[in-house]
């Protein structure tokens, strides 16, 4: 389908969820399965040794080039999971070229990245290790300095006798441990699942206004995004209004190549919204306020007054709950 047609039909979507969905939601026992948001689970049947090896990792310095920069340098998980800057800034203090998202619920994203180049959190470790922006090494030196460390030896062999320190099992334990940051039992979890008393009705509010508006069309499912791709500009050029265009931007399209993925992008989660500001790929947006009025004129093509923007922001502030305790307990070194 060509982009105008693709872009016609999403139009249309949300046009008629906008025209639909509206006044009269109940929030009920029955009701609730028509909800476009469903509560977090966490992952089971994940391996504690795993979680514990990938934790250490995941805080380890000696992944980058010079032993300055670990996973948690940008993704700071009591920083709701981000750096909190525009582009991040890696090795010798470069700038990278797109925002850091959060590594917090990011095991239920159908893919990882902005433009979904890796499938898997596996297959995403490997990304930012061999970034010349971000921790410029490369698998070789990794497992050297790593194997240098008797500390490191233990837990390798334990969980993998015949393999120990390798790309494979490192990357492994990384994406083990980040299965573990789901931030369950949030508010708004908590009223989904029939605790009236669980958010203000404020936030009922607007969530009611968040799926009226058409939020919800692409925002949704238990991650509040990261299961779909769409575009970023909608209902109106979004890039030639913000000017100096990125290869960036292009989004999907620097992977395939292909016109029509062109400024597509992974609809991000907002489970972690309300603790990761700036936003959107290019970090444009201070805050939440800001974000959702671009959200609303380049995606939906209509206003969103001040007074329904304040109610949706309490609606997203319900969706994350106590993050600090999804990480769980520190490894005995
Ligand atoms: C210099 C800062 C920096 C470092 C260091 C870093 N990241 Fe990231 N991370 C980013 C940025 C920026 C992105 C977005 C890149 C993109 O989409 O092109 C990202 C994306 C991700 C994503 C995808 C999330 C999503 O929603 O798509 C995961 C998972 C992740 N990083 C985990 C890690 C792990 C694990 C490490 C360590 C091996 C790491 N990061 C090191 C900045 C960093
Ligand atoms: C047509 C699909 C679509 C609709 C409708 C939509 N969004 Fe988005 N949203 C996106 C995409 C795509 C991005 C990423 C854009 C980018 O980074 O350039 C995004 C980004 C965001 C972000 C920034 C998240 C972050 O971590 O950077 C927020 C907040 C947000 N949307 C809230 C909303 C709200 C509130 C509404 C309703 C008023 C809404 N969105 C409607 C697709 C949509």
Redesign the pocket.
């Known amino acids: 389908m060509p982009k105008a047609a693709v872009k016609l039909v999403l139009s249309a979507l949300i046009l008629a969820a906008w025209a639909t969905l509206g006044a009269g939601e109940r929030h009920g026992a029955i009701a609730q399965y028509a909800e476009p948001i469903a509560p977090l689970r966490a992952i089971e049947g994940l391996d504690p040794r795993m979680v514990r090896l990938g934790e250490r990792l995941?805080n380890d310095p000696r992944?980058?080039r010079d032993d300055t920069?670990?996973?948690a340098?940008?993704?700071r998980l009591a920083s709701g999971g981000v750096?909190l800057l525009p582009?991040?800034?890696?090795?010798a203090g470069r700038e990278?070229?797109?925002?850091?998202?959060?590594?917090f619920n990011?095991a239920l994203?159908f893919?990882?990245?902005?433009?979904g180049?890796?499938d898997t959190?596996e297959e995403?470790?490997a990304?930012?290790?061999h970034?010349p922006?971000?921790?410029d090494s490369d698998w070789p030196s990794v497992v050297a300095k790593l194997s240098g460390d008797p500390s490191y030896r233990e837990p390798f062999r334990e969980i993998w006798p015949n393999r120990g320190i390798a790309a494979e099992t490192i990357a492994s334990a990384?994406a083990e441990f980040?299965r573990s940051l789901i931030t369950v039992d949030s508010p708004f979890d908590r009223w989904l699942q029939g605790d009236e008393d669980a958010i203000s009705a404020e936030a009922k509010e607007g969530y009611r206004l968040f799926k009226s508006h058409g939020c919800a069309t692409c925002h949704q499912g238990a991650n509040v995004g990261?299961n779909l791709y769409q575009y970023m500009g909608v209902m109106g050029d979004y890039f030639a209004d913000r000017g100096d265009i990125t290869q960036?931007d292009m989004g999907r399209y620097n992977i395939t190549g292909d016109e029509e993925d062109r400024h597509l992008f992974?609809v991000?989660?907002l489970r972690m919204a309300p603790h990761t500001s700036p936003y959107f790929?290019d970090g444009s947006a201070k805050d939440l306020a800001d974000a959702i009025a671009t959200m609303a004129r380049y995606q939906l093509g209509h206003t969103v007054s001040a007074a329904e923007t304040e109610l949706i922001i309490a609606f997203l502030a319900t969706l994350a709950g106590d993050h600090h305790s999804a990480a769980p307990a520190p490894a005995s070194r």
Do not use: Y
């Not at 893919?111 to 433009?115: A, E, K, M, P, Y």
């Open positions: 995941f992944l980058s920069i670990s996973c340098f940008c993704h750096d582009r991040s800034l890696g090795i990278g070229v797109i925002n850091a998202p959060t590594v990011a994203n893919v990882q990245f902005w433009d180049r890796a959190l995403q470790v990304g930012p290790i970034n922006v971000e921790m990384i980040e990261g960036a992974k991000p989660s790929h």
